[in-house]
């Protein structure tokens, strides 16, 4: 059974940085591409960053430079790192993999930036 449980989501001031966790299990965590997306109120879900099995990431021009993704394959955990958070990072934050021709998803984690 796949299972994605995300953390680390809260509420921060604007400039202020967050880490999210997401620790994966059913799968071959090592070889698994990661994402996070995220959604906001009245938007669709987006994609936020994924990280490959090499640990080559990739960002949207919205995220680059202000967050990081990374992996630790020895904890089967996909970590983002937001820095300088605006009010417009608020959203639910959800891990994503794809394994076996199917999508999984955590239940999210709510990341509120406000002062």
């Known amino acids: 059974q796949v299972r994605l449980v995300e953390s680390g989501g809260g509420l921060v001031q604007p400039g202020g940085s967050l880490r999210l966790s997401c620790v994966a299990s059913?799968?071959?965590?090592?070889?698994?591409?990661m994402g996070w997306y995220r959604r906001a109120p009245g938007s669709e879900r987006e994609l936020v960053a994924t990280?490959?099995?090499?640990?080559?990431?990739d960002y949207t021009d919205s995220t680059k430079g202000r967050f990081t993704v990374s992996r630790d394959n020895a904890r089967n955990t996909v970590y983002l790192r937001m820095n300088d958070l605006k009010p417009e990072d608020s959203a639910v934050y959800y891990c994503?993999?794809?394994?076996?021709?199917?999508?999984?998803w955590g239940q999210g984690t709510q990341v509120t930036v406000s002062s």
């Open positions: 990280i490959n099995n090499s640990g080559s990431a």
């Open positions: 994503n993999t794809r394994w076996r021709e199917r999508n999984f």
């Open positions: 059913g799968i071959n965590f090592k070889i698994a591409a």
